[in-house]
């Protein structure tokens, strides 16, 4: 009998060794889920027997492990909703009148009666000219048609005389003639006279400056003491109106003949928000569409009136302006969060009857407000996802979450207790 190899008995040893470990993993394996089937597991009301252990715990095993696959979404119904149709433009905000005021006759600034960036009124008092000179001339000029009225009052008297002299031949036809042409002389002179006082009052006047429109002032140009011509081109104050203020804006040409259709159909609402587009800053009327196209942008330039009650627009302010068109009613809508963008275009996950999802292509309007037109793709009442759409694909299973109440946090999954099961 040929010898036996010296490898062979330990080949043979090490592979019953092996075969001796897989067998213990084996009825340790067994041990184990029959140890665990004889755990107690408590769902609502019903409790797992030992002798089903096994299978019942594997079964909810994989209903746990098809829960942990799907993937926890929120979603929206489709709605029918009213919604506003704007046309959107940068504008600037310019005041509604703007006045510099300057001196109109010459002299000394004597005063100046108001405070920089105070709010004045129409007709109150800005600014004080010495008048004395001014006084002085009026007063000249009175004086002046005094003298020429006594006159005037001799020469009609003396005319008097010579009428009633002229019949017995004690005066002569020139002289009465002489006579009246004086006397129309003199009443000219006294119409000379009083637009010679009207001239002194008015520039008398001018000495006292006062504001032409109501307004906000702005840095005083010209500190008392110092002299002012009527030819001066710095003024001693700029005056501001602001209530009501305006806003010029711009949008594309290819707007211009909806926005004209709807000017109008009657009056256009306008509003200005913030550049961010987080605050809105008035409500207005659309004013005035300019008569030409800006050739260098292609765009058209528009003018609205606000009411500015609160000083919420400054002139020179950069604001984005909203026209309102007209409002859609009951437009389907979907949030703006369930409307997602590839190769092809606009499309949407929608949840079907079973929890998958389906890629949906859409066609969508305008955004207002977080919500979405959807003018083609979806049916009302359908839901599509709002979250966690990078994990979706089609097909996949999804877990909706509950929405929250009004107000309310949204759910938040319950924590698994700590406590080990209890043994049977």
């Known amino acids: 009998?040929?010898?036996?190899?010296?490898?062979?008995?330990?080949?043979?040893?090490?592979?019953?060794?092996?075969?001796?470990?897989?067998?213990?993993?084996?009825?340790?394996?067994?041990?184990?889920?029959?140890?665990?089937?004889?755990?107690?597991?408590?769902?609502?009301?019903?409790?797992?027997?030992?002798?089903?252990?096994?299978?019942?715990?594997r079964r909810l095993s994989r209903d746990a492990l098809d829960v942990d696959r799907a993937v926890v979404v929120d979603t929206a119904q489709v709605t029918r909703t009213d919604v506003p149709i704007y046309l959107q433009g940068l504008g600037t905000v310019q005041a509604f009148y703007t006045v510099t005021v300057t001196a109109r006759v010459d002299g000394e600034l004597q005063k100046v009666a108001f405070t920089e960036g105070q709010t004045v009124h129409k007709g109150d008092l800005l600014a004080q000219i010495d008048p004395r000179p001014n006084q002085a001339a009026l007063e000249q000029a009175i004086a002046t048609k005094a003298k020429d009225a006594a006159t005037l009052a001799n020469a009609k008297r003396d005319l008097e005389r010579y009428a009633a002299l002229q019949p017995e031949d004690l005066a002569s036809k020139q002289t009465v003639d002489t006579q009246r042409t004086t006397v129309d002389q003199l009443a000219a002179q006294l119409q000379v006279d009083q637009a010679q006082i009207d001239s002194a009052r008015t520039q008398l006047d001018y000495t006292r400056i006062t504001?032409?429109?109501?307004?906000?002032?702005?840095?005083?140009?010209?500190?008392?003491?110092?002299?002012?011509?009527?030819?001066?081109?710095?003024?001693?104050?700029?005056?501001?109106?602001?209530?009501?203020?305006?806003?010029?804006?711009?949008?594309?040409?290819?707007?211009?003949?909806?926005?004209?259709?709807?000017?109008?159909?009657?009056?256009?609402?306008?509003?200005?928000?913030?550049?961010?587009?987080?605050?809105?800053?008035?409500?207005?009327?659309?004013?005035?569409?300019?008569?030409?196209?800006?050739?260098?942008?292609?765009?058209?330039?528009?003018?609205?009136?606000?009411?500015?009650?609160?000083?919420?627009?400054?002139?020179?302010?950069?604001?984005?302006?909203?026209?309102?068109?007209?409002?859609?009613?009951?437009?389907?809508?979907?949030?703006?969060?369930a409307v997602q963008l590839g190769p092809k275009g606009p499309f949407t996950y929608v949840v079907k009857n079973d929890e998958t999802v389906e890629v949906r292509p859409l066609q969508i309007g305008q955004e207002h407000d977080g919500m979405t037109i959807v003018t083609g793709g979806l049916a009302l009442n359908e839901r599509v996802v709002t979250t966690n759409q990078y994990r979706l694909q089609a097909g996949v299973r999804v877990n909706t979450n509950a929405p929250a109440a009004d107000g309310a946090a949204p759910a938040v999954a319950p924590t698994p207790p700590s406590a080990p099961l209890k043994t049977s």
Do not use: C
């Open 1 to 57: 009998m040929p010898a036996a190899s010296p490898a062979g008995p330990n080949k043979t040893s090490r592979a019953t060794s092996v075969s001796a470990q897989l067998i213990r993993v084996e009825d340790h394996s067994s041990n184990a889920l029959a140890h665990l089937g004889a755990l107690t597991v408590r769902h609502e009301d019903e409790r797992i027997r030992p002798r089903h252990g096994v299978q019942e715990v």
């Open 211 to 337: 504001s032409p429109i109501t307004g906000l002032t702005d840095i005083r140009g010209v500190d008392p003491g110092n002299i002012v011509h009527a030819a001066d081109t710095n003024g001693i104050v700029v005056v501001t109106q602001v209530q009501p203020i305006s806003v010029i804006f711009t949008l594309p040409e290819e707007d211009l003949t909806a926005v004209g259709a709807a000017h109008a159909a009657g009056p256009v609402e306008v509003t200005v928000v913030s550049r961010d587009g987080g605050k809105q800053l008035d409500v207005g009327a659309l004013s005035l569409i300019d008569n030409q196209i800006l050739q260098a942008t292609g765009s058209a330039k528009f003018k609205a009136v606000f009411p500015n009650a609160h000083n919420t627009l400054w002139p020179g302010q950069y604001v984005n302006a909203r026209v309102l068109l007209h409002t859609d009613k009951s437009a389907l809508t979907i949030p703006a969060a």
